[in-house]
């Protein structure tokens, strides 16, 4: 059974900074591209941050890019998301998801809340 648990969320002031972490099991990490997909209040989904099997490969929304950054550890079979300077538009919930292909999942976690507030 595929499962992805994310942790890590919670409230920061602007400016601040929070990182997430995302617990993969029941398939092969290494193999598939993962990534970080946001939520905000009423609103739809909002694709964040990719990364390759390796690693060595990144790509980020325009509205967190030079902000957060996306990274990998294969052999604990962990994403994570750091994310610096944060503001209130940030404010949403995270979802790590397992990528098919292009902006396509077929796996995600149960989110968390991260809540960008002063």
């Known amino acids: 059974e595929v499962q992805l648990v994310e942790s890590g969320g919670g409230l920061v002031q602007p400016g601040g900074s929070l990182r997430l972490s995302c617990v993969a099991s029941?398939?092969?990490?290494?193999?598939?591209?993962m990534s970080w997909v946001r939520q905000a209040p009423g609103k739809g989904l909002e694709w964040v941050s990719s990364?390759?099997?390796?690693?060595?490969?990144?790509s980020d929304a325009d509205s967190v890019k030079g902000r957060f950054t996306i990274s990998r550890d294969n052999a604990k079979n962990t994403l994570y998301l750091q994310m610096n300077s944060l503001k209130p538009e940030d404010t949403a919930v995270y979802y790590c998801?397992?990528?098919?292909?292009?902006?396509?999942?077929?796996?995600w976690g149960q989110g968390t809340q991260v809540t960008v507030s002063s």
């Open positions: 998801a397992k990528q098919i292909s292009g902006s396509n999942w077929d796996y």
């Open positions: 029941g398939f092969t990490f290494s193999s598939p591209v």
């Open positions: 990364i390759n099997s390796g690693g060595d490969s990144t």
